[in-house]
């Protein structure tokens, strides 16, 4: 199975920051990964599809880059709302697994 | 737009079968060219994808659970549902059932979206 592996587990950033999370995948997924954002007590939503396309309707402050084993999500000036815990999840073969998580907490 | 709701017991004894179903509403399973998946996430940690399938009731589910899952579809309700026998309590989480989406021209499926609200289900005597 294709190991996905996020970092860091948590991260703390001021409004107005840029901040970067890192997904690394065990072996090379190419660009079939997506990242989702999910805040207490909701489900998560969908952000970023094949690495780097931004879903109808996410802010265009969220970036998603990266190809083959690495990849990260950024968030180019940091807001209030963007405190939660984000996770990338590869679909480029069964099973689909999502990363362990990281949570974005605001200072 | 395309809404899904998690319905089912929220207390399960250990040894006994989880079943939950998943209501899909403003679309139709039948005419989907997407698969449906559940997806679970113990209290405080993070998710693990239980298993998807296809209105046709073609399936992909995860090694490490398949021994104890059985997801079907109901097309004429709308509706496709999760049976996880031999429960523990390591199967505390809450559940969510999701639409898995499938590329054109991608043999399996890809990313969930939407997701219902999710369900919380406990196992314990």
């Known amino acids: 199975d294709i190991q996905m592996t996020q970092s860091p587990s948590t991260l703390s950033a001021s409004v107005g920051d840029r901040v970067t999370i890192t997904c690394r995948a065990s072996?090379?997924?190419?660009?079939?990964l997506a990242w989702y954002q999910q805040k207490p007590g909701k489900a998560p939503e969908f952000l970023i599809y094949?690495?780097?396309s931004l879903e109808t309707g996410v802010p265009s402050r969220f970036s998603g880059s990266g190809s083959g084993t690495e990849f990260t999500l950024t968030v180019s000036s940091l807001q209030p709302e963007d405190s939660a815990t984000y996770y990338c999840?590869?679909?480029?073969?069964?099973?689909?697994?999502f990363g362990q998580g990281t949570k974005l907490e605001i200072k | 737009q395309l809404q899904l709701q998690e319905s089912g017991p929220g207390l399960v004894k250990p040894s006994e079968t989880l079943s939950l179903t998943c209501t899909v509403s403003?679309?139709?399973?039948?005419?989907?060219?997407?698969?449906w998946g559940w997806i679970r996430q113990p209290p405080g940690k993070g998710l693990e994808w239980i298993g998807s399938?296809?209105?046709?009731?073609?399936?992909y589910d995860n090694p490490s659970l398949r021994s104890r899952v059985t997801i079907s579809v109901d097309t004429s309700k709308n509706q496709f549902s999760l049976n996880l026998s031999s429960v523990t309590a390591a199967d505390t989480a809450v559940y969510y059932c999701?639409?898995?989406?499938?590329?054109?021209?991608?043999?399996?499926?890809?990313?969930?979206?939407?997701w219902g609200q999710g369900t919380l289900v406990t196992v314990s005597s």
């Open positions: 399938i296809f209105s046709s009731g073609s399936t």
């Open positions: 072996e090379t997924i190419g660009t079939s």
């Open positions: 094949e690495a780097s």
């Open positions: 999701a639409r898995h989406k499938k590329q054109t021209g991608w043999y399996g499926p890809n990313w969930f979206d939407p």
């Open positions: 999840q590869q679909y480029k073969t069964y099973p689909y697994i």
């Open positions: 403003g679309g139709s399973i039948s005419s989907s060219s997407h698969y």
